[in-house]
Nanobody
Framework: QVQLVESGGGSVPAGGSLRLSCSASGYLATRYCMAWFRQAPGKEREGVAA???????SYADSVKGRFTVSKDNAKNPLYLQMNNLQAEDTAMYYC??????????????????WGQGTQVTVSS
């Protein structure tokens, strides 16, 4: 079992920045993927960024150049630095953990543990 807890959400004006954190507890496999997803009201959950143990990352096209995913192996293993936020970034953001499978994708079905989410609201 893996427990994930997100923090760092909030309300910012367009152009602002936020840094999300995700703390993990429980059993973490030797090799795994962690990712950030988001879901806006009335929309499907979408992958935002993913990272593997070696630090290899992948990003959704909509956030490339603005968002940066990083990890360390201490208490808070996953971060999402979000810069130049836009109104369309408004969503509930979720941290996810799943097994490594040749790469870390942005597909939700690769991840089997999820946090409760943290709300990000960007005003235009």
């Amino acid at each position: 079992q893996v427990q994930l807890v997100e923090s760092g959400g909030g309300s910012v004006p367009a152009g602002g920045s936020l840094r999300l954190s995700c703390s993990a507890s429980g059993y973490l496999a030797t090799r795994y993927c962690m990712a950030w997803f988001r879901q806006a009201p009335g929309k499907e959950r979408e992958g935002v960024a993913a990272i593997d143990n070696d630090g290899d990352t992948s990003y959704a096209d909509s956030v490339k150049g603005r968002f940066t995913v990083s990890k360390d192996n201490a208490k808070n293993p996953l971060y999402l630095q979000m810069n130049n936020l836009q109104a369309e970034d408004t969503a509930m953001y979720y941290c996810a953990h799943g097994p490594y499978d040749r790469s870390c994708s942005l597909m939700a079905n690769q991840y089997n543990y999820w946090g409760q989410g943290t709300q990000v609201t960007v005003s235009s």
